[in-house]
């Protein structure tokens, strides 16, 4: 089993739309998450960190629930500019330190 | 300051050839990594480096070399090319100082293997 599943999409949502991604984890001792967002032929970047409480980041909210080991990432009033891969990416205690585990992608497209 | 930089940023080559793509941070990082990207893959981590003088293999090792001489670059080998090694690579650095450190990744290398 992967050590992290994503729904590849592709996700097509109108400018304004909100739309919501989901990611799971195989592995308890998961410690810390984020979610990154890949443009096309571009390097990934740190979108936002998951904490437990749940976080928001202006209209990006990501949640975390431990019990099903699960991750979400949602983004509300949906720009052209968020048209992008969203990468899943958890690290875990019991791996080597800094080794960080990536799901394969959510891609989105917003259309005007 | 320039953060994670790559060399050079597109290769092609003959099977059979050999190149060095260079890695270089300028955030006194301790941690750094090459990744490979492929369609439909994800991310896969080649090998990475714990500090300067120290390498490890990752998920996908075969077909290359590393080495961290110095602190701030970590170079990926590969010693004969061979077509499946077409791909985007990527590195990163982190400072690991806790768990909860991400990573920062470069622009990438194009490379394709004819």
């Known amino acids: 089993r992967k050590e992290v599943e994503q729904d590849p999409g592709p996700f097509n949502v109108p400018e304004g739309a909100t739309v919501a991604f989901n990611c799971t984890y195989s592995?308890?001792?998961?410690?810390?998450f984020f979610w990154y967002r890949q443009d096309c032929r571009k390097e990934p970047k740190l979108l936002m960190s998951v904490y437990s409480s749940g976080n928001e980041d202006g209209r990006f909210t990501a949640q975390l629930n431990r019990a099903s080991q699960y991750i979400s990432l949602l983004i509300r009033d949906s720009k052209l500019s968020d048209s992008a891969t969203y990468l899943c990416?958890?690290?875990?205690?019991?791996?080597?330190?800094?080794?960080?585990?990536f799901g394969r992608g959510t891609q989105l497209t917003v259309w005007p | 300051n320039a953060g994670v930089t790559q060399t050079p940023k597109f290769r092609v080559l003959k099977t059979g050839q050999s190149m060095t793509l260079l890695c270089a941070q300028d955030m006194n990082h301790e941690y750094m990594y090459w990744y490979r990207q492929d369609p439909g893959m994800g991310l896969r981590l080649i090998h990475y480096?714990?500090?300067?003088?120290?390498?490890a293999k990752g998920e996908v090792p075969d077909g290359y070399n590393v080495s961290r001489l110095k602190k701030q670059n970590f170079l990926l080998g590969l010693e004969s090319a061979a077509p499946s090694q077409t791909s985007v690579y990527f590195c990163?650095?982190?400072?690991?100082?806790?768990?909860?450190?991400?990573?920062?990744f470069g622009p990438g290398t194009r490379l394709t293997v004819l």
């Open positions: 592995n308890s001792a998961s410690q810390s």
């Open positions: 990416v958890v690290n875990r205690r019991g791996s080597t330190l800094g080794r960080l585990y």
């Open positions: 990163a650095s982190s400072p690991q100082e806790r768990i909860t450190d991400t990573q920062y």
């Open positions: 480096s714990v500090g300067e003088g120290t390498t």
